[in-house]
T-cell receptor
Framework: AQKVTQAQTEISVVEKEDVTLDCVYE???????LFWYKQPPSGELVFLIR??????QNEISGRYSWNFQKSTSSFNFTITASQVVDSAVYFC???????????FGSGTQLTVLP | EAGVAQSPRYKIIEKRQSVAFWCNPI?????LYWYQQILGQGPKLLIQ????????DSQLPKDRFSAERLKGVDSTLKIQPAKLEDSAVYLC????????????FGPGTRLLVL
């Protein structure tokens, strides 16, 4: 069965610090996608990134970067120079089942203090 | 491009009452999902539609929950009768197709059952 583990329940940093959010997954699929979503206090889940299991290159988008390591089944997310607006719950997710619905981790609450 | 629309945003009802939520997906998106998110947890799929057909409703408590997408566009999720444990955020998402496509989420409906 598919499983996503986000061991960090809550993280608190001071503005401008770098922070890494961990995601470990289990899957029997040989090819798969992995996702990160952001959920600000407003409640809407905002899509951040989708990665294909074929592509293990790190990806950078502005202050965001993702490190995908198939050997350790991890897909970690780093925010560089964090800002107060980055405060949110971040979810890692993996499609599962014949219908490819998303299996989410339990989320990491990130608080960036001014 | 307009995002996924949901209404109402908030609803408070008493147990044993009924409630309905509405979702309008992104234009052209064939696949529509309803997720339930209990406080402190990741979203969990309730039901998935492909056009106007049900793809997966294995996690839908069918004794009290029902959903329809009659014309393959907007969808309604109903709870009747509601229980205290139904208090959650109900998220609607849509994607172009089911297989490995990115899901885009609406703002959600926060339900409180008293």
């Amino acid at each position: 069965a598919q499983k996503v583990t986000q061991a960090q329940t809550e993280i608190s940093v001071v503005e401008k610090e770098d922070v890494t959010l961990d995601c470990v997954y289990e899957t029997r699929d040989t090819t798969y996608y992995l996702f990160w979503y952001k959920q600000p206090p407003s409640g809407e889940l905002v899509f951040l990134i989708r990665r294909n299991s074929f592509d293990e290159q790190n990806e950078i988008s502005g202050r965001y970067s993702w490190n995908f390591q198939k050997s350790t089944s991890s897909f970690n997310f780093t925010i560089t120079a964090s800002q107060v607006v980055d405060s949110a719950v971040y979810f890692c997710a993996l499609p599962s089942g014949s219908a490819r619905q998303l299996t989410f981790g339990s989320g990491t609450q990130l608080t960036v203090l001014p | 491009e307009a995002g996924v629309a949901q209404s109402p945003r908030y609803k408070i009802i008493e147990k044993r009452q009924s409630v309905a939520f509405w979702c309008n997906p992104i234009s052209g998106h064939a696949t529509l999902y309803w997720y339930q998110q209990i406080l402190g947890q990741g979203p969990k799929l309730l039901i998935q539609f492909q056009n106007n057909g049900v793809v997966d409703d294995s996690q839908l408590p069918k004794d009290r929950f029902s959903a329809e997408r009659l014309k393959g566009v907007d969808s309604t999720l109903k709870i009747q009768p509601a229980k205290l444990e139904d208090s959650a955020v109900y998220l609607c998402a849509s994607s172009l197709g089911a297989s490995r496509q990115t899901q885009y989420f609406g703002p959600g409906t926060r339900l409180l059952v008293l």
